[in-house]
C-alpha cells in the first residue's frame, strides 16, 4: 500500500509541477505580449507628437517666410503709429542741449489675402512693431529753432524687437488660422509621408490608417479605409491655440496591430510550445511507462502465482503414485502399477506442455520460432483439434458442433502450430464455462478469405478485458483465486501465429454470455 500511495503522491506532485510550469510560460508570454502592447503605444504617441509638431511647424515657417518676404520688399507702410518720450537737457558750461528720445513704432501693412492664400478675407492687416533710440546734441541754446540747426552730435539706435516681435507674431498666427479648414492647411498625402518617416524611425513598419478629426466630425484629410475604433485607434491634438486647446485631433490605427505585436515574440512563443509539448510528451510517456510496468509487473507476479499453483498438483500427484509404488505390494499388482506410471506420465506431459508455450512465446518474441508452412485444408485442422478436446467435452456432457460451409478452405499453415492455436481457443471455451461447455464452430468464404467462428456460451468477458486478453501474461483478475489453471500465454500465442499465417483474430465477447473467437485467413489457389 505504501508504494502504491508513494505512486500516487509522485504523480500529483509531477501533475502539477508540469500544470505550474505551463500556467508560468502562459504568465510569462502574456506579460511579453503586454509590455510590446506598451511600448507600442509609446511608439505610436511619440510619433504622433512629432508629426503633429512637424505639421505645425511647417504652416508657421511658411507663414513667416512670406512675412519675411514681404518686409524685405520695401513696402511701405499704410499707418504709422510711434509712442514714446522725449526729454531734453542744457549745459550752461559746454553751451550744448541734449535731446533724447525713445519710443516705439508700429508700422501696419495692408496686404491682398492672396498673398496667403486665406480664403474670405478680401486683405489682411500686418503689424510690425520696433523700438528707436535717439540722441541728439545741439552747440546753441536756441533749441525753439533746432529744426533748422544742425546738431552737432547724433547718437541713434534702432533695433528691432526680436522676443517680442516673435512672441506676438505666434499669437496673431495661431489665431488667424484657428478656424481656418483644415484641408487647405494641411494635404493627405504629406499627413502619410510624415506618418510613414515617423513610424520608420520608431520601427513601427506596418501598414496604417489615419485621419484628422474636427471635433467628432471627420475632414477630408484622412485615408480610404480609416475606422474609428476606440479600443485601437491613437490620437494626438493638432494645431494647438493660444490656450493650449485644439478641436483637431490626429488619429491613425494599425490593422495589421495583433499580428505586428505577435511577429515580435513569435519565435520564443513556439519554442516555448515546443518545449513545452515536449515536456507534456516525456511526462506522459514516463507515467505510461511507470504504470505500464506496474501492470508488467503485477502480470508476472500473477503469472508466477498460477505457474507455481498448477505446477504444484501433479509434482504432488507424481509424489504420491510414487510413494505408492514403493509398497512392495503394489509391485504384485500391475493394473494399479499402470494406472500410476500412466499417471506420472499425463502430469509430466500437462507440465511439459506448460514449459513449451512459455518457450514458444519467448522464441516468438525473439523472431526464432521456425515456422514452416504447407498447403493444408483448414477444415482438417479443425477436425483434429476437435478431437483433442473431445474426451473432456464429453465427460463434462457437453458437445462441440462443427458446421463447416466454406467451399474453400486450402490455406499456407503450420499443421502443428495452428492446430495447437485451435486447440487453445477450445481449451479457453471449456475452461471458461461454469456449465457443460456448448461449442459451435462455423467457417464461410469472404472474398479470397476464409473466415473461422468459435463461439461457446460460457462467462464471457467485460470490454476491459476483450482489449487485452491477447497480451502476454494477461488474466482477467481474479485476487489469489485460481479456480481457472493457466497462465495468459495461451491467447498471446494465438495472436502471435494467426499473425505470423498473414491471419487476423479478434474476440466478441458479452460478459454472462459467452465469447466467439473469429480468425480470418487468406485462400491459396
Known sequence: MMGRKLFILLVILMSLSLIGIIFVQIYF??????????????NVKRALSNVSKLVEDREFKLYSDKYQEMLNSGKSPDTTNIRGILLYSYDDVSNETTVYQNGILEESFKVPSLFFDIGGLDSLNISRITNQKEMKVFKKNTFENTINIAPEKTISEYRRMDELDKKMFEISYRDLFNNYPIYKRIKTEDIERYLSRQFNENGIEIDFEFAIYDKDLATKVQSSNFDL?????????????????????????????????????????????????IIILAYTNAIYQIIKQRQISQIKTDFINNMTHEFKTPIATINLALDAMKNPKMIEDKEKTAR????????????????????????????????????????????????????????????????????????????????????????????????????????????????????????????????????KFYREHTGNVHNVKGHGLGLAYVKRMVEDHQGHVSVESEKGKGSTFIIKLPLIS
Not at 29 to 42: A, M, P, V
Open 229 to 277: 475604433d476606440p479600443a485601437t485607434t491613437y490620437g494626438v491634438p493638432m494645431f494647438l491655440n493660444n490656450n493650449n486647446e485644439s478641436n483637431f485631433n490626429l488619429y491613425v490605427n494599425f490593422p495589421e496591430r495583433r499580428k505586428f505585436l505577435w511577429s515580435s515574440i513569435l519565435t520564443m512563443t513556439v519554442l516555448s510550445i515546443i518545449f513545452t509539448i
Open 340 to 471: 500410476y506410471l500412466q499417471m506420472i506420465k499425463d502430469e509430466n506431459k500437462r507440465m511439459h506442455a506448460q514449459v513449451e508455450n512459455v518457450l514458444r512465446i519467448s522464441k516468438l518474441e525473439r523472431n526464432e520460432l521456425n515456422i514452416s508452412k504447407d498447403r493444408v485444408k483448414l477444415h482438417d485442422l479443425i477436425e483434429d483439434a476437435i478431437s483433442h478436446v473431445e474426451l473432456i467435452i464429453e465427460d463434462r456432457q457437453g458437445y462441440v458442433n462443427a458446421d463447416l460451409k466454406a467451399e474453400k478452405s486450402s490455406v499456407l499453415a503450420n499443421e502443428t502450430h495452428f492446430t495447437n492455436v485451435l486447440v487453445n481457443i477450445l481449451d479457453n471455451a471449456i475452461k471458461y464455462s461454469d456449465d457443460a461447455p456448448k461449442i459451435d464452430i462455423t467457417t464461410e468464404n469472404v472474398g479470397n478469405n476464409i473466415i473461422v467462428k468459435i463461439a461457446d456460451h460460457g462467462n464471457g468477458m467485460s470490454k476491459q478485458v476483450q482489449k487485452r486478453v491477447f497480451e
Open 29 to 42: 508570454i502574456d506579460n511579453t505580449l503586454s509590455n510590446e502592447k506598451k511600448q507600442f503605444t509609446l
